[in-house]
């Protein structure tokens, strides 16, 4: 009888047999030989094991040593662009009168995600740096490059301190009009129990939610493209100069696209049958 044609009892029974033998063999046997052969056989995974395996293999702490002071200055320059030009002037289209607050919501966002993204670069360099100083002899030379690389990263981290916290006040904000409704009904202030006035707050809730949803994904966009633009190439210098480090940081644009994304179905889907409830409800 083929795996395919195993009814699923039959399947559930020969893991079970199996799992019974390796215990058997486990006790009667070595127990370190069974326990070994036992993690090989459910936690082997080749690929990242095989990096795993050069990353240890790696004696050298840099892997290009005389590319490694350039790579680090055209890095640093990079976060000093990112931190000035990265979410300065967007484009938000024709909107009219309107278009001077989108403007400002979406520098809003944008500027949290690339103050966050070079944040988190400095801070990265400077833990690879020292941790690869650390790996070096004394009279290595490899170790005066990389002391005074992270002495500088040491200096000027700080100045990337402070992110803004615009974006997520924006979305708190957003978040707290159920919360205002709901202690102004407590209130007694706006008589929720008329039907228009539920369509109402459905109404300003939808609006409110699609601006939301439009400047954070506007801003993710704008703070990605540019983070880009002027990061990729610099930090896969950098990275590669250093060798066997992983991957470079990235930004947070997609947490902030996946949020836009929620409010949108939110503005499509839940909040018009919402309304379509309250309408049969009342009718």
Not at 34 to 63: C, F, H, K, N
Not at 159 to 165: A, D, I, K, L, R
Not at 211 to 228: N, Q
Request: charged share 25%.
């Amino acid at each position: 009888m083929s795996e395919q044609q195993r009814r699923p009892d039959e399947q559930i029974l020969d893991e079970l047999t199996e799992q019974l033998e390796r215990t058997r063999r486990l006790l009667m046997g070595s127990p370190d030989e069974a326990a070994e052969r036992a993690l090989e056989r459910l936690g082997g995974e080749t690929e990242v094991e095989a990096r795993i395996a050069a990353d240890l293999a790696a004696s050298e702490p840099l892997a290009q040593r005389d590319r490694f002071p350039e790579a680090h200055r055209l890095a640093v320059r990079a976060l000093e662009v990112l931190e000035r030009e990265g979410s300065r002037n967007p484009r938000v289209g024709r909107l009219g009168p309107l278009a001077p607050i989108a403007r400002m919501g979406v520098e809003f966002v944008a500027e949290y995600i690339v103050k966050s993204y070079a944040r988190s670069i400095a801070g990265r360099l400077r833990t690879l740096y020292a941790r690869r100083e650390a790996q070096c002899a004394p009279d290595w030379p490899e170790r005066r490059l990389l002391a005074r690389a992270r002495m500088e990263m040491d200096r000027i981290a700080p100045g990337f301190e402070g992110g803004g916290v615009g974006a997520p006040i924006l979305v708190a904000a957003g978040a707290a009009v159920p919360l205002v409704a709901s202690l102004a009904q407590s209130a007694g202030a706006i008589p929720f129990s008329n039907r228009g006035v539920q369509l109402a707050g459905i109404g300003i809730l939808l609006l409110l939610f699609l601006a939301l949803s439009s400047v954070l994904l506007r801003g993710a966009a704008v703070a990605h493209r540019r983070s880009r633009l002027i990061m990729q190439q610099p930090l896969a210098a950098l990275w590669e100069a250093i060798g066997h480090a992983g991957t470079p940081p990235e930004d947070d644009s997609i947490t902030f696209a996946t949020i836009a994304i929620v409010l949108t179905a939110v503005v499509w889907f839940v909040l018009p049958a919402l309304a379509v409830v309250l309408f049969v409800a009342a009718g």
